[in-house]
């Protein structure tokens, strides 16, 4: 077994695929910590469902479906902090709105182009073992930002996840920081398309994070230990897919399930020793 999956490792499509892994897992370990932390995880499950209307529009026109799912990701993530301060709109509803506007719209323009989309699958459940050199320099230009506006930036960010109000009174660019993580989200979740799919790519930004936070409440090491947990569970999720005969997307998110279970029954019984030995003493 160990010989043919340093066979497996030797493959040029493998090595862009534990490439993209990587790269994804840094991003999604950033983005993922800052949503769940600010609760807006259901934001980025409707940027990710309303992208699919950019790529039905990029299958009817003719260009890249990823540049068409990246404008309707960043429009659909603007128009919803837009509006949810401009109008009396609650945002939850906007988010639904949304939703089913870019699915149906994804949907028309599918079924519109002559022809058959041989790749719409891979936009819905990932296959990460297609991702091309161009695929990961996208993705490490978009990671290299992430790094860089959350380090330059990260004092403002942090009072921003956890108190908007107070970031506000403090004379901190609150709408401008929103706007720009927004993006930041919005293209992260396109990037990420590429790895888990449409449907699966939420999973990728809030299950190692909600893993990391049951090992410590700091947003910093939430962060490394996301990035860490995403690139464990993408490796096994690739190995297990190829073993198994199984898609990569599902594969990818069942072994970060599965890490997460095993890291919530040890949080537990450490909880539960902790408690005994207070009870003792």
């Known amino acids: 077994m160990e010989n043919k999956m340093f066979e497996l490792l030797s493959y040029p499509f493998f090595q862009r695929a534990i490439l993209a892994a990587l790269l994804a897992s840094l991003t999604c370990g950033i983005i993922g910590t800052y949503i769940v932390s600010r609760r807006i995880v259901f934001i980025g499950g ?17 260009f890249n479906p990823i540049i068409g799912a990246a404008v309707f990701a960043v429009f659909s993530a603007f128009s919803i902090e837009f509006l949810s301060r401009r109008t009396n709109m609650r945002t939850d509803s906007l988010i639904g709105v949304l939703w089913s506007l870019g699915m149906a719209v994804g949907i028309i323009f599918v079924f519109i182009t002559p022809g058959y989309a041989p790749n719409l699958m891979s936009y819905l459940f990932g296959s990460i073992l297609t991702v091309s050199w161009a695929d990961i320099g996208i993705m490490a230009v ?29 004379g901190m660019p609150v709408r401008a920081l929103n706007y720009l993580i927004l993006a930041l989200v919005a293209l992260t979740i396109v990037i990420t398309i590429r790895v888990v799919g449409i449907i699966l790519v939420i999973s990728l930004l809030t299950i190692p994070q909600v893993t990391a936070g049951l090992l410590t409440g700091d947003f910093k090491k939430i962060i490394g230990l996301s990035i860490v947990f995403g690139f464990t569970s993408s490796f096994a999720g690739l190995m297990a897919a190829h073993w198994l005969n199984i898609p990569s997307g599902a594969s990818i998110i069942f072994s970060a399930v599965i890490l997460f279970l095993i890291v919530k029954t040890w949080h537990a019984i450490t909880v539960r020793q902790r408690l005994a030995l207070k009870i003792d003493r």
């Open 46 to 62: 409707s940027i990710s469902h309303a992208s699919f209307g950019g790529i039905g529009m990029g299958y009817y026109y003719g």
């Open 142 to 170: 978009i990671g290299a930002v992430t790094v860089f506006i959350f380090t330059v930036f990260f004092s403002e960010i942090l009072y921003i996840a956890f108190d908007e109000e107070f970031a506000t009174t403090r």
